[in-house]
């Protein structure tokens, strides 16, 4: 049971529709190493331990022959991992300028974190210099590059001496730190970018199905398809706040008078192709 709560975890983190190949490495290879771990120590969960100790009084044999099952149990599951799970390959790189390029953005950070500005509050304010509206927030504790998972001891670019009271998402933190000087790391940048545009599960087409049933329950079944389609994309791509987004309507003096006509009803395109 203590094992397969690990797979658990890890399978549900691969479920976050915002997970990228940077958290699919971050993932994999932290349940591979807490799994090794275990056939290591031959440690199975407290419980089981008791019973193991318990029954090596009764049948020591038992007991070896339980334990060498589990052991088995365990290198069955890190055997199948390591069949579907391949370390990510970026072509066309520069690999003698790539470490070079990593030097430079680690001086950039020490540099960026010695500011008096926290970086958690310049990442937010570049952030919202690329948005037409007021940004909320930039932060998400479930997805930061200052995660503290104590078994992640290779997350990259973190001051061993800073102290952090906000994480802020690795995507914002990479697209920050790329575009202070774009064209000094192209080969950083090219990795980056090839990482983060890589999906690792389902979860995302998955969501739409759930936004499908909503936008298309029976109660709006005579929707057009193109409206069905239209509403989908705002609310799976775009982020704008309920008031900027009533604003810009406001604004749209064209798209008001297409909202109030029967235009995107499917029985009325019907009624008049007949």
């Known amino acids: 049971q203590n094992i397969l709560n690990e797979i658990q975890r890890a399978d549900l983190q691969l479920q976050r529709t915002y997970t990228t ?10 349940l591979i190493r807490k799994l090794q771990q275990r056939l290591r120590d031959k440690y199975f969960g407290n419980r089981t331990h008791e019973i193991l100790r318990q029954l090596q009084e009764i049948d020591a044999n038992k007991a070896e022959e339980f334990k ?11 055997e199948y991992i390591k069949s579907y799970y391949d370390d990510i390959k970026v072509n066309d790189l520069n690999k003698d300028e790539l470490y070079s390029e990593y030097c430079e953005l680690r001086v950039l950070y020490d540099n960026l974190i010695k500011k008096d500005v926290k970086l958690s509050d310049q990442i937010k ?14 932060i998400d504790r479930s997805d930061s590059v200052h995660d503290n998972d ?22 914002h933190f990479w697209s920050y730190l790329l575009n202070i000087n774009p064209k000094s790391t192209p080969n950083m940048k090219k990795s ?56 810009h309507l406001l604004s749209q003096p064209d798209v008001l008078t297409k909202i109030r006509t029967n235009e995107k009803y499917q029985q009325t395109k019907r009624r008049n192709t007949e």
């Open 150 to 171: 104590e078994d992640d001891d290779d997350i990259a670019l973190v001051h061993k001496n800073q102290q952090y009271d906000e994480h802020v998402r690795s995507d």
């Open 192 to 247: 980056i970018c090839y990482i983060f545009s890589i999906p690792c599960t389902n979860a995302y087409v998955e969501t739409i199905f759930s936004h499908i049933k909503h936008a298309w329950s029976d109660y709006r079944n005579h929707m057009d398809i193109e409206l069905v389609d239209a509403e989908l994309k705002i609310r799976v791509n775009s982020d704008y706040p309920c008031a900027y987004m009533y604003k």
């Open 21 to 30: 190949a940077i958290d699919l490495h971050r993932i994999i290879d932290g």
């Open 125 to 138: 304010l570049y952030i919202s210099s690329k948005k037409d509206y007021d940004l909320i927030s930039t």
């Open 68 to 78: 060498e099952s589990f052991e088995l149990f365990i290198k069955t599951v890190i």
